[in-house]
């Protein structure tokens, strides 16, 4: 595994963050790395698949980026003839996720596209993982893209949705913060690293409150919504249609 040390050197100005070959080369560190809980909400991705796949089903796989939830998913699903479809809008994440899927083997059939997936086409789908992807979508089409996945999903489908949350309160998000760059420091970063990092990330990552995730899954549709992950800022909720 490649380290990221992409913002290890000062920059005079720190341009927005992007899904780029520099950042495919080194994303598996820096997601770890980078995202406290990471590996637990891929890990349990194997566990919601295993229970909620359905037979003659579709499974999506939103933001795939080097494909561990499809990967995860794929490991779990026990039913016959599903399928991953594994969607991602940048080429240099799709180009490095269709040879880490083509080294994978299983009769899991996976789908590896490059597409936008505010253009994306769902149908027929059992369930639906967003692992920390909503958070760089624009925020004025989150509400339109949580109506067509809702409308997308089988009865009894469940989405799974993981993100980065803020707070309403100003000291909980100071606390929050602060906990979450120690995080980090901790796994090597330096004070550098993250106050670049955050600064390239700043008008690239929106994040939520869990509140209007709540609410905005209602809007669409969502029948139960549950907060089932959370560590620091990051959270993961289960949504179920009936
Ligand atoms: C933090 S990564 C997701 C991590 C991945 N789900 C995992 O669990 O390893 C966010 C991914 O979403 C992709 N992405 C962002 N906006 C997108 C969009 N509108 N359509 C498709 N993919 C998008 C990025 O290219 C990036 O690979």
């Known amino acids: 595994m490649k380290k990221d040390d992409i913002y290890s050197q000062y920059r005079e100005k720190v341009a927005d963050f992007v899904f780029d070959e520099k950042v495919v080369s080194v994303f598996d560190d820096m997601i770890r790395r980078s995202v406290p809980g990471y590996a637990t909400v891929i890990a349990m991705s194997k566990v919601f698949a295993e229970h909620y796949a359905q037979e003659n089903s579709n499974c999506y796989d939103l933001g795939c980026s080097l494909g561990a939830t499809t990967l995860a998913m794929r490991k779990g699903i026990n039913k016959k003839n599903c399928r991953i479809v594994a969607v991602d809008n940048s080429p240099a994440m799709i180009e490095r996720c269709r040879q880490i899927i083509d080294s994978d083997v299983s009769d899991v059939p996976v789908d590896v596209v490059l597409e936008d997936i505010a253009a994306l086409k769902m149908q027929?789908?059992?369930?639906?993982?967003?692992?920390?992807?909503?958070?760089?979508?624009?925020?004025?089409?989150?509400?339109?893209?949580?109506?067509?996945?809702?409308?997308?999903?089988?009865?009894?489908?469940?989405?799974?949705?993981?993100?980065?949350?803020?707070?309403?309160?100003?000291?909980?998000?100071?606390?929050?913060?602060?906990?979450?760059?120690?995080?980090?420091q901790l796994n090597g970063y330096?004070?550098?690293?993250?106050?670049?990092?955050?600064?390239?990330?700043?008008?690239?990552?929106?994040?939520?409150?869990?509140?209007?995730?709540?609410?905005?899954?209602?809007d669409a549709g969502f029948d139960k919504c549950y907060l089932w992950f959370r560590c620091f800022n990051f959270v993961s909720i289960a949504a179920f249609k009936k």
Do not use: C, W
């Open 124 to 184: 027929n789908a059992s369930i639906v993982a967003m692992n920390f992807t909503l958070q760089f979508f624009s925020p004025d089409k989150r509400e339109d893209l949580l109506g067509r996945i809702y409308n997308s999903m089988l009865p009894g489908g469940a989405m799974l949705l993981s993100e980065k949350i803020k707070f309403g309160d100003d000291d909980e998000q100071d606390f929050q913060t602060d906990m979450y760059h120690h995080f980090k």
């Open 190 to 218: 330096t004070g550098l690293e993250v106050s670049q990092k955050r600064k390239a990330l700043e008008n690239v990552l929106v994040p939520d409150t869990i509140e209007q995730h709540f609410k905005r899954l209602k």
